[in-house]
């Protein structure tokens, strides 16, 4: 079937003898998919796909075009790699070769962001046609009459069967991901990762926003009963998706959005979650998406017989990941989009033991936080390694953002005086140890969750506060339904010398990190860097 579409692709000087599928929906999509061989339909209807070596995104191979557009409006460095005007028109050139040879091509003209004023036309071609359900699921789906007179502004094309020659393509492997912020054009190549289209719909709309006075943001978001948004900032692992899909509260999205002067509004249209070790009681709502047609999960081990899925199981991927239609979630936004936000939260996992499972921030503070985008990892998993490593990701996002940090830290701190926004550090990692201490076990869910609905609810206002000697936040001193050792991270351990040891090297850890943003920060936001405390004695 040949699918006619308003923009055709010859318009774009692509040209191709294949078979085009155009905006094909889930059912036809997952049929293409189960008759070419690319996946399996599991036991309950979810397609079940394998991504080969690449189960994560190709950081190291990303890079943006250094030219007239992006010279002075791109942070370059290790993040923001550039990629010279002539390898990319040898790369373009090498990629619309390879497209002239595809017997068959999927098209979706698509949506990123659900602001009608601040979205933009993404078209996605892909040689998978799990792909293309995939980037149909995640981003914005335009209505019927939408498409009849969509033209596309970005074009995205994936093709994991292209291998890049580095010498010719000036890359650094077979493994590509090239935006051209000018030409309005992205090739991604040598993986079949689904997440790095994604991505790169929220580089676009990183780069294109800020200079609207628009807030993007690598956040989740829900509306809590009394109408009041709150918008949850966190790097993966940290639980974003899982805190947002709150059954009392309407989910705007799980990943990426954007804060205009009206609005926090989706960029997306679906959710993209991490399914290891996922289990109906601690996660209810994304769970019961592993049972629907019209999920799309990534390295989930599936039982090739019974076609039952085992998501203990981390033989594929640790970074094992589902993508479904923000809808299968309950009590979702019918507008994608909610009011601008009452309180924002800033997620991080610290596997040192050392943060407060909840502290209130001063915008100051907040700025800090947001722009040193702290967390922490496990890294037992090399042998000889056992202490957590430290990550900050300025931002909560710094592989996604195109401009400098302090572009979108100072954008939150105005949005954030404008609206007298509440700010709240959470820590959904360790308590009473390091993460690698024997019998040291994560912060509970259900103190997370009633702490949360303390600080969104508002009765954690009227709360006794006192000052964290290292990082200066206020700290509950009691919640109902709380255990008071858990808010006393120094009192939860067994050794509380030891605690202050740790507290001092991690206060260090975000000097050391900060220094980079000291000269782009006004002097109170200066101050509100941790400190080195004076030594406590042992209670």
């Not at 509380?496 to 991690?506: G, I």
Request: glycine content about 8%.
């Amino acid at each position: 079937m040949t699918t006619v579409l308003n923009t055709p692709l010859s318009a774009q000087g692509i040209e191709t003898t294949a078979t085009i599928h155009a905006n094909l929906q889930t059912a036809p999509l997952v049929e293409h998919a189960v008759r070419n061989g690319e996946g399996v339909l599991a036991a309950d209807g979810p397609f079940v796909v394998a991504t080969g070596k690449h189960t994560g995104r190709s950081a190291k191979d990303k890079f943006i075009v250094r030219d007239a557009t992006t010279e002075d409006t791109v942070w370059w460095g290790d993040v923001n790699r550039p990629m010279t005007e002539a390898h990319f028109a040898a790369l373009k050139s090498d990629f619309l070769k390879a497209l002239s040879q595809k017997d068959t091509l999927y098209v979706a003209d698509l949506f990123g962001g659900s602001q009608p004023e601040h979205r933009v036309n993404v078209r996605v071609v892909n040689e998978y046609a799990w792909h293309n359900l995939f980037i149909r699921t995640l981003l914005v789906r335009p209505t019927q009459d939408e498409l009849a007179g969509f033209a596309p502004e970005y074009t995205i094309i994936d093709l994991p069967s292209f291998r890049a020659d580095p010498e010719r393509h000036g890359c650094r492997s077979e493994t590509v991901i090239a935006v051209n912020f000018t030409e309005k054009l992205i090739l991604i190549g040598g993986t079949a990762y689904a997440g790095e289209m994604k991505k790169s719909v929220f580089g676009i709309l990183n780069f294109l926003l800020p200079a609207k006075g628009v807030m993007p943001m690598h956040c989740s978001a829900n509306i809590g009963p009394d109408g009041n948004t709150a918008v949850f900032f966190g790097l993966s692992g940290t639980g974003k998706t899982t805190l947002s899909a709150d059954a009392s509260r309407t989910l705007i999205g799980d990943d990426e959005h954007g804060w205009s002067d009206t609005a926090v509004f989706n960029f997306e249209g679906g959710c993209y979650a991490k399914m290891i070790r996922i289990s109906a009681e601690a996660e209810p709502e994304i769970y019961a998406t592993t049972k629907r047609f019209g999920t799309v999960l990534e390295n989930v081990v599936i039982d090739p017989d019974t076609r039952t899925l085992d998501f203990d199981d981390a033989s594929l991927a640790e970074n094992s990941r589902g993508a479904y239609p923000i809808d299968f979630i309950p009590n979702t936004s019918e507008e994608n989009l909610g009011p601008v936000p009452q309180n924002i939260i800033f997620l991080t996992a610290d596997a040192f033991g050392v943060l407060p499972p909840i502290a209130r921030l001063t915008p100051e503070q907040a700025m800090y936080h947001f722009l040193s985008g702290y967390t922490a990892k496990v890294a037992g998993t090399e042998i000889g390694v056992t202490e957590p490593e430290t990550t900050f990701s300025t931002c909560f996002g710094a592989a996604f953002m195109p401009r400098h940090p302090s572009v979108y830290g100072n954008l939150l701190k105005e949005r954030i005086a404008r609206g007298g926004v509440k700010c709240w550090l959470v820590n959904t990692g360790w308590s009473g140890g390091k993460a690698t201490m024997e019998g040291i076990k994560r912060m509970p869910i259900k103190a997370t969750r009633a702490l949360l609905n303390a600080a969104l609810d508002g009765s954690l206002n009227s709360a006794e506060f006192k000052e964290d000697p290292n990082f200066g936040f206020e700290v509950p001193v009691s919640v109902p339904g709380v255990d008071t050792k858990l808010l006393d991270p120094r009192g939860a351990w067994a050794d509380p010398v030891a605690y202050d040891e740790t507290a001092q090297a991690l206060v260090k850890r975000f000097i050391d990190n900060f220094a980079q943003f000291e000269a782009h920060v006004d002097e109170g936001v200066r101050k509100a860097a941790p400190g080195f405390a004076p030594s406590v004695e042992a209670a």
